[in-house]
């Protein structure tokens, strides 16, 4: 990948940085349903409450009893949170290691949709795993759909990072796991990168730290 035209790169979280499995979670929150259920949340789309929730148009506490009375499931905040984290996998040392040369050399961002419970549980990964208090601590800026109250693919949640940062688009690499976010972002401008496993970040810039 030629990265010379390139001084800035946003990254995603989820599949980017930290290994994750949708399906667990989905399988550990339908255990708690007292009867079948199918939860309508995968990569590509969910059902509203979850919209809302990543949006920060609901609390925490909201979430978890739009899901009790969604799904009839009898649970504990607790257990209801252990579940909805089942799909946080790790984070390879690796990627924290090229994340911090990255830094050295680009301006670096991080843009993820998510939620407050996971956001928590993304941090207590990384200050059990590593000498950091949080993620935010690798990146300029980071960008959380929750408390910007955008998301992706929404064009409003790039045109904010590139105004709030001064970034030209041309010059603005963003890496993600999503097809729908990398389309968005190309009718942006953004240059783009779609990390289809098995490749992961630390293939795509082995060449940008040397």
């Not at 941090?123 to 795993?129: D, L, P, Q, R």
Request: proline share 2%.
């Amino acid at each position: 990948m030629n990265l010379k035209k390139n001084r800035n790169i946003i990254f995603d979280l989820g599949g980017v940085i930290i290994n994750i499995d949708y399906g667990k979670s989905i399988t550990e929150l339908q255990k708690l349903c007292k009867e079948n259920c199918s939860i309508a949340f995968n990569q590509k789309e969910q059902s509203q409450l979850f919209d809302l929730y990543e949006t920060g148009a609901s609390t925490s506490e909201v979430f978890r009893d739009q899901l009790r009375e969604t799904y009839s499931i009898d649970a504990t905040d607790e257990q209801i949170d252990a579940a909805w984290n089942a799909m946080l996998l790790d984070i390879p040392k690796e990627r924290i290691d090229l994340l911090l040369e990255l830094g050295k050399k680009y301006r670096i961002f991080l843009l993820s949709n998510t939620n407050a419970i996971h956001l928590k549980r993304f941090n207590e990964i990384v200050a059990h795993s590593f000498t950091m208090p949080s993620l935010d601590a690798l990146f300029e800026q980071s960008y959380y759909s929750h408390l910007v109250g955008k998301r992706k693919p929404d064009a409003a949640i790039f045109e904010l990072i590139l105004e709030q940062h001064n970034l030209q688009r041309e010059e603005t690499l963003f890496v993600d796991d999503s097809i729908q976010h990398i389309i968005s972002a190309d009718k942006v401008g953004l240059q783009t990168m779609h990390l289809q496993p098995p490749l992961t970040i630390n293939q795509v810039f082995k060449d940008a730290v040397i």
